[in-house]
């Protein structure tokens, strides 16, 4: 069975590639924290192998010797560093070809959980992409941009619950031992869609399988 094989658990980092946000001195240390802390607990680091703070973080899990995997948007490294003019200190990229959009799915597909630090519009495309997959999601808090309206984004303006798998904290060692916690008590859907393919089907504590109603 796949499920008795031990993986190291992925953690991905999604946030503020440019803008504003990157101009906090306190996102950009938080940023690195948050990858030294993924290094130290000897999970697989992800990122969109983009600048801005999922650089940062990435610079952190190097520094504590985490093994690094980016999602580039590219269809070579080439294209990466001249095109979309971003860094490639991964110890591994996957050059997808596909795009900034289509990109963010697959980095998102390939995390066991991600943490959303700072965040613009890019930034809450991953949060909707994860949400809607039901992914476990870590929101580190006090960074700026959409991480500190989360709330806000989901209950007021859309309408929607805050999942049982989404977690808060500004500290970014509780956040991650949160995240481990949502991970291993929601599994995953069992199908893109789980929450509404699967809803006649549900595993016991599935949460989407509670409250799966179709998309709006």
Not at 5 to 27: D, N, Y
Not at 94 to 121: K, P, Q
Not at 157 to 183: G, T, W, Y
């Amino acid at each position: 069975m796949a499920n008795e094989h031990f993986h190291r658990l992925k953690i991905g980092v999604m946030g503020s590639a440019s803008g504003p946000q990157l101009e906090s001195g306190h996102a950009k240390d938080m940023a690195i924290e948050l990858g030294k802390e993924i290094a130290r607990r000897n999970h697989i680091f992800i990122n969109g192998a983009c600048p801005g703070l999922p650089n940062d973080a990435l610079i952190g899990a190097i520094s504590e010797g985490g093994f690094t995997v980016g999602i580039s948007p590219a269809f070579s490294l080439e294209e990466h560093v001249q095109a979309y003019q971003s860094p490639h200190e991964n110890d591994f990229i996957i050059y997808t070809g596909a795009g900034f959009m289509e990109r963010d799915i697959i980095n998102i597909r390939s995390s066991d959980g991600v943490v959303i630090i700072g965040g613009g519009i890019g930034t809450l495309n991953e949060l909707t992409i994860a949400y809607e997959e039901a992914r476990p999601i870590g929101v580190l808090t006090g960074t700026g941009g959409i991480s500190d309206h989360v709330p806000h984004i989901v209950e007021d303006l859309c309408l929607r619950k805050i999942a049982p798998n989404m977690v808060f904290d500004s500290d970014p060692a509780k956040l991650l031992d949160k995240l481990e916690v949502a991970i291993k008590a929601y599994p995953l859907p069992i199908h893109e869609d789980g929450r509404v393919i699967d809803k006649k089907t549900c595993r016991r504590g599935d949460w989407w399988c509670q409250d799966a109603s179709a998309k709006e």
